[in-house]
């Protein structure tokens, strides 16, 4: 399990045992007690993935102050107690904004998503005191961008997506009225659209949000349509729409759904030659290239890698040109041609040391270093290379920036996976146990699919350290999670 430290406004202190729920816990061991929370859990519809681990960490006072899906578990395995009677600080106090006024209740189930970034001086579990995009800056947008994704609600998702009134609605223009063109206000709000998808994408995965993500990307369009102000609005325009085309793309491709990705990236691709963006176009083939070889099409991923090649080299991003490579690694991996990712890899390699630029494109703030590992773990994953995949992808989890949830999931799924392949089903056992304890927060269908693979590969392996109970618990998992 990953961990973060930030600097708390009070000094450093070591974590202060928490008696009271030790006391509670009786003469049940740690793994007796974690079972009964989760059984708890399940009594009133929450999933928590507690275990002994977890139980000790709280007893040792690494854990000041639950999540709210855990604190409403507590809460009814104790009625009548409040989270300081079962020793917990007060939320305020571990959280990096104030309290909520005296009586306000936690939120209701399924309004809130697993908390995750630790706020106290002391290093803490990243899903157990605090939201991994809460800033001193933004708390109240955070709350609205965590219940959008969290609850499933269209409505509000479109709120959350669209702040500054980025959707459309047919019926509110009269027939013989042409709808209003568009300025800077909507071409502001599809840009932040964009960004704003991704960072939910980054904490959550996409699963919860595909379909969420589907109203603002038919109001960018429907805004193309009605035109624009100036030329330089119709040009901010088209890049949004089409940078918002590859983002759903994204959400439809890493939820499994390859030809509604596959049709999203063509748009993006045919937005940015209409309009001669060299940018775009690269960015969508790239997307199409990891596309194609998620989906069976290694000849076509080497391809579309090498056509963003030629489109992207003069934009001068080496960062840029990096991904690419991979992109084409990825695909010679999926033929079997070991020397042609090879060398894609090793130009990857070069071209990431030379730094990033001003000429990096905004949408790749994901790719720094752990990703570069967790592509190249995927290579030689597909190579069949077990323990060489099994390094990179190690090097992956333990590089990604905390904030990047997901991520670390896949990484870590993938670390599962080529641990399993490669004959240590222990060490495996443990790596997917890790990625179910962030299945709290992480909603994607390429991690559970990586999942189940690992799991069918360890079955016959069930009498070593750690297997079994990570077979029964993801078995357990409630069905399409």
Excluded: K
Aim: include cysteine.
């Amino acid at each position: 399990m990953t961990s973060s430290t930030v600097t708390s406004s009070q000094p450093d202190r070591p974590p202060r045992p928490n008696l009271a729920f030790r006391r509670l816990r009786g003469r049940r061991s740690p793994a007796e007690f974690a079972a009964l929370v989760r059984r708890a859990a399940r009594e009133i519809g929450e999933r928590v993935s507690c275990d002994a681990r977890y139980v000790g960490r709280v007893e040792a006072g690494e854990i000041r102050c639950p999540n709210y899906a855990y604190e409403r578990v507590f809460l009814h395995m104790f009625p009548g107690r409040t989270l300081a009677d079962l020793g917990f600080a007060p939320r305020s106090s571990v959280r990096g904004r104030g309290a909520r006024p005296a009586g306000d209740a936690a939120p209701s189930r399924g309004t809130d998503p697993v908390p995750t970034a630790g706020a106290t001086g002391a290093a803490v579990e990243r899903y157990d005191t605090q939201d991994p995009y809460e800033t001193h800056e933004n708390h109240e947008e955070s709350d609205v961008l965590r219940r959008a994704f969290m609850t499933g609600g269209g409505a509000t998702v479109a709120a959350a997506l669209g702040p500054f009134g980025l959707t459309i609605d047919a019926a509110a223009t009269p027939a013989d009225r042409p709808p209003r063109r568009a300025g800077s206000a909507e071409a502001a709000a599809l840009e932040e659209a964009v960004r704003r998808i991704r960072l939910l994408d980054d904490r959550h995965g996409a699963d919860g949000l595909y379909r969420r993500a589907a109203a603002p990307l038919r109001a960018a369009y429907a805004l193309l349509d009605a035109g624009a102000t100036r030329q330089a609005t119709a040009d901010r325009l088209h890049s949004g729409a089409g940078e918002l085309a590859i983002s759903v793309g994204w959400l439809a491709h890493d939820s499994g759904r390859f030809d509604d990705a596959r049709s999203h990236y063509a748009e993006a691709l045919a937005t940015a030659r209409v309009t001669g963006d060299p940018a775009l176009e690269a960015h969508a083939f790239c997307n199409t290239a990891f596309l194609a070889r998620d989906a069976g099409r290694p000849r076509e991923a080497v391809r579309a890698a090498q056509a963003a090649q030629r489109v992207g080299r003069p934009l001068g991003s080496a960062r840029l040109m990096s991904l690419l490579a991979l992109r084409e690694a990825g695909g010679w991996a999926g033929l079997a041609d070991r020397i042609g990712c090879e060398q894609a890899l090793a130009r990857a390699h070069a071209l990431f040391a030379r730094g990033p630029s001003d000429g990096d494109p905004e949408w790749m703030t994901f790719y720094g270093e752990a990703e570069l590992e967790g592509l190249e773990a995927q290579c030689w994953s597909t190579l069949g290379d077990w323990p060489r995949a099994a390094r990179h992808a190690r090097r992956a989890a333990r590089l990604q920036d905390p904030h990047f949830t997901r991520n670390i999931a896949l990484y870590t799924a993938e670390l599962a996976d080529d641990l399993a392949r490669g004959g240590l089903p222990d060490e495996a056992a443990q790596a997917g146990l890790r990625v179910l304890e962030l299945l709290d927060q992480v909603q994607s269908s390429r991690i559970q699919t990586m999942l189940a693979g690992t799991a069918r590969v360890l079955l016959p392996h069930r009498g070593a350290f750690g297997v079994s109970e990570f077979l029964e618990r993801h078995a357990s998992l409630p069905r399409g999670v």
